[in-house]
């Protein structure tokens, strides 16, 4: 699977466990149509193996952990069961781990599908796939999305209560009274001791929504500039974007004098990462001209966008799922000999930038991954930031590169 896409579940049961070469805690967590737990009982882990249709099993560090949900005993008003997974060791990140949710009937262990979520680096903790109810049918999907925040920032996203451990007092003091005004927050329970955070003379952080890979954002608040690898979720007013965006992308020669000839793509693949086609300066228009490219640059002179791509979210074909927009040096330069590249996200109606990457190291490569757009199941894309340099001079050599990076 791939992330955002999903598949009926054949089985009433389902087993889902997840491995990778460190050990992990996995847990599981039943939520209502709001996206939260009805209480801390929701949350099943390896100290509270046992939930409404729900358990947990410890693979006891030889065997992957896994969470297993019988479908018919999921009591009514829980529509979605997400599978969680964090390195057992203690600030470890999954940077250099690649861990692989494996979905299976739990009556016979035949394998339904699996999930290596992509690109994975500071996140300590990630919702790896998630089982949910749809139209009276139950349906699984991959989703990968990372915290920085370890178990404690899904828990506290999702609802369930954290324990944040009080301040020692120092020897032979007595703490004043608080102030008249400042109410006094009534006590809360961990329910896993994992999840306690630190001590911190300060009120808890914020999640660092802007680290790579830390969460997602949305289009409510206007432009949004990305970092590397991080997602923006292309919904404004709780509305998915059904509509037509223009993908710009620029650049300017390093040297003055020297022309540089970059080619800007757009590769379409399906489901399971296959290729479907792909617009560039050879093939303007692809998928009944739901995707339509400007026309080839071939020095990069000029201000503004050298190359844009037009994409009619609303008229794409529902078997693609993902976009990756690349640009490739087809004279054979090499990046570092480029200046100023980016990629911007265009309304097309209105003209408004929505999002914008700007690449601001370059490697001495012939191709780059700006940016890719991937279908979630609800409707709506989510745009992350790449800057991923490969060797391609041609779009033909980009589509391997492109398709392992979805």
């Known amino acids: 699977m791939t992330p955002g896409s999903n598949i009926p579940l054949a089985a009433a049961r389902v087993t889902v466990d997840v491995s990778a070469p460190v050990r992990l805690d996995v847990s599981g967590l039943l939520l209502t149509a709001d996206g939260k737990v009805r209480s801390d009982d929701d949350f099943i882990f390896y100290n509270q193996p046992n939930g409404p249709g729900v358990s947990y099993r410890s693979g006891g560090g030889s065997a992957p952990d896994a969470i297993t949900v019988d479908t018919a005993a999921v009591p009514p008003g829980i529509e979605k069961i997400v599978v969680t997974a964090s390195p057992d060791a203690a600030g470890q990140s999954f940077q250099g781990v690649e861990p692989t949710a494996t979905i299976r009937d739990a009556a016979d262990s035949s394998v339904l599908a699996t999930f290596t979520p992509p690109q994975l680096g500071t996140e300590t903790a990630l919702v790896i796939v998630e089982i949910y109810l749809r139209n009276g049918a139950w349906k699984a999907r991959a989703v990968g999305q990372g915290y920085a925040n370890g178990l404690a920032g899904i828990a506290t996203d999702f609802g369930v209560t954290v324990e944040e451990p009080a301040p020692a007092a120092p020897p032979q003091q007595v703490a004043p009274p608080p102030p008249a005004q400042a109410p006094v927050a009534p006590p809360v329970r961990a329910v896993d001791p994992r999840l306690a955070a630190p001590p911190a003379p300060a009120a808890p952080p914020a999640p660092p929504a802007a680290a790579p890979g830390a969460g997602k954002i949305n289009l409510d608040k206007g432009r949004v500039s990305l970092q590397k690898h991080q997602t923006v979720s292309l919904v404004k007013g709780g509305r998915p974007l059904l509509s037509q965006v223009k993908m710009g992308l620029g650049w300017e020669p390093a040297y003055r004098g020297k022309d540089i000839d970059l080619d800007a793509s757009v590769i379409a693949f399906g489901p399971q990462r296959n290729h479907l086609d792909s617009c560039y300066f050879g093939k303007l228009q692809i998928l009944g001209g739901s995707i339509r490219h400007s026309g080839d640059n071939l020095t990069g002179e000029g201000g503004g966008d050298d190359e844009v791509i037009t994409v009619d ?18 004279s054979g330069q090499k990046f570092t000999e480029v200046a100023k590249a980016y990629c911007r996200l265009i309304d097309a109606a209105s003209g408004e930038e929505l999002v914008r990457f700007d690449l601001t190291s370059a490697e001495p490569q012939t191709g780059v991954m ?12 989510e745009m992350t930031a790449m800057g991923d340099f490969v060797k391609g001079r041609t779009v033909r050599q980009m589509v391997k590169p492109a398709g392992a990076s979805l």
């Open 313 to 330: 979210l609303g008229r794409l074909p529902q078997e693609v799922s993902g976009l990756v927009f690349t640009v490739n040096s087809f």
């Open 370 to 381: 700006m940016a890719k757009l991937i279908r979630q199941f609800s409707g709506e894309w």
